[in-house]
């Protein structure tokens, strides 16, 4: 079965450390990889994407992520965090499923940043 | 501001009524999806529209039904609510290209008493 996985939970990082969210995925074909980003009592915004090309795609607030097609991962990195990044994250991979694109998301990863 | 249009925000109901949710997608997009977010859960793929036809359905209740209007407005319909509906409903609207990203609106709080 297609999927993504988020494997933890929650992330705790402190104010200023460097920050992975994780996020695997198995499916077929060369997907399209996104991360989002949800704050409280607020619908996802889109952070960055990859689609192809260099492995490394930077996206807004500072953020990047590394694509590895042979781990199939795209882990979200942050060199510095930030309290205000504190939020919860979700990973999202596009599958070809029934004749159409469909998008299928992770269950998110609760990301805790500590003065 | 994502340019998605979702009202109301707000809604509290009893059980075994009926309400329905209304998207403005962003201005040119062509696709709405809906999207269930349960407390403590992830998002559950309801069902997508592509210019007022149904797309893809995920994991709608035959309780729920949608539509796409000619204008691209969607509404999501609701009926015979339970307790475990309790949820936020998003929309979300995307260009009709794969690799475009979903822009969401900020949801719709349903409870259900």
């Known amino acids: 079965a297609q999927s993504v996985a988020q494997p933890e939970d929650q992330v705790n990082v402190a104010e200023g450390n460097p920050l992975t969210v994780k996020c695997t995925y198995s499916?077929?074909?060369?997907?399209?990889l996104f991360w989002y980003v949800q704050y409280p009592n607020r619908g996802l915004q889109f952070l960055l994407k990859?689609?192809?090309?260099?492995?490394l795609v930077k996206g807004s607030y500072g953020f990047e992520a590394e694509f590895n097609k042979s781990q199939t991962s795209f882990h979200l990195k942050k060199p510095s965090a930030l309290v205000s990044d504190s939020a919860l994250y979700f990973c999202?991979?596009?599958?070809?499923?029934?004749?159409?694109?469909?998008?299928?998301f992770g269950a998110g990863t609760r990301l805790a940043v500590h003065p | 501001d994502s340019g998605v249009t979702q009202t109301p925000k707000h809604l509290i109901t009893a059980t075994g009524q009926r309400v329905t949710l209304r998207c403005s997608p962003r201005?040119?997009?062509?696709?709405v999806y809906w999207y269930q977010q349960s407390l403590d859960q992830g998002l559950q793929f309801l069902i997508q529209?592509?210019?007022?036809?149904?797309?893809a359905k995920g994991n709608i209740l035959e309780r729920f039904s949608a539509q796409q209007f000619p204008d691209l407005h969607s509404e999501l319909n609701l009926s015979s609510l339970e307790l475990g509906d309790s949820a936020l409903y998003f929309c979300?609207?995307?260009?009709?290209?794969?690799?475009?990203?979903?822009?969401f609106g900020n949801g719709t709080r349903l409870t259900v008493t």
């Open positions: 201005s040119g997009d062509l696709s």
């Open positions: 990859y689609i192809t090309g260099d492995n």
């Open positions: 529209y592509y210019n007022g036809e149904e797309r």
């Open positions: 979300a609207s995307s260009s009709h290209r794969s690799e475009s990203p979903l822009h």
């Open positions: 999202a991979v596009t599958v070809f499923s029934g004749g159409y694109n469909k998008l299928i």
């Open positions: 499916v077929s074909g060369n997907p399209y």
